[in-house]
């Protein structure tokens, strides 16, 4: 069951850098409306879900920046063999020390070993996926999963249909996501506090 082990996102919509080491088990993002929540959850989906494109906006960049580009990086543990296959991705293995939360370039004793994927949208509004390393790019190698392994690794989105908390888990998913709005006095849901959650899940 691979886990989310670090999100960097940079320039993306209302956020202009946003690092954080998810704790095991289900996380919580909690918080006042329009501060990126939905926003972090969006950014996991657009990285991890199985799309062979998307399309952008000069609104998905933070303050309309294009001159910046959009980045948003996700790190993989908890790896099952195929990911960790040396033939497949072998200089773009690298190892991760969740203690000390330090990514190393090459797979190390005694750490993880993950992988790093990375979305990126520059001016021209055209995402580009690729798992990231120092040693492939210094040997001119660039790759992105492969599509099997995109699909096995692709989030399901689980959102609240109204003001009431509503999540369901599909037959196969490998993340779930939730967002629950709690109404305002009003009885209308502006100004709502909105909370959110997501946890990987097995396969199957």
């Known amino acids: 069951m691979s886990r989310i082990r670090n999100i960097e996102i940079r320039n993306f919509r209302c956020i202009r850098e946003f690092s954080w080491w998810p704790s095991p088990g289900i996380n919580c993002l909690v918080g006042p409306g ?17 799309r062979r494109t998307i399309q952008f906006t000069d609104a998905d960049f933070f303050n ?7 980045s948003i990086t996700i790190t993989i543990g908890e790896l099952d063999d195929s990911l960790k296959n040396m033939e497949a991705y ?9 203690e000390t939360r330090i990514i190393e370039d090459e797979p190390e004793k005694d ?6 994927l990375r979305l990126t949208v520059a001016g021209d509004l055209e995402p580009v996926w690729s798992l990231v390393s120092d040693r492939a790019a210094a040997q001119s190698q ?3 999963l492969n599509w099997t392994d995109r699909l096995r690794l692709s989030p399901t989105r689980i959102a609240a249909r109204s003001c009431r908390s509503r999540a369901s888990i599909s037959p196969n998913p490998n993340i779930q996501t939730r967002k629950a709005v709690e109404p305002h006095r009003s009885s209308k849901c502006i100004k709502a506090t909105t909370r ?7 396969p199957g």
């Not at 501060?35 to 996991?44: F, H, N, R, T």
């Not at 750490?111 to 790093?116: D, G, H, Q, R, S």
């Not at 959110?196 to 097995?202: E, G, N």
Request: glycine share 8%.
């Open 34 to 50: 329009d501060v990126g929540k939905s926003s972090i959850l969006d950014a996991i989906d657009l990285c991890l879900g199985a």
């Open 111 to 116: 750490c993880e070993t993950v992988l790093t």
């Open 90 to 98: 072998g200089n773009f293995l690298r190892s991760c020390n969740t």
């Open 64 to 70: 309309l920046d294009v001159g910046t580009p959009v």
């Open 142 to 144: 660039t790759r992105n």
């Open 196 to 202: 959110a959650a997501f946890q990987y899940l097995p």
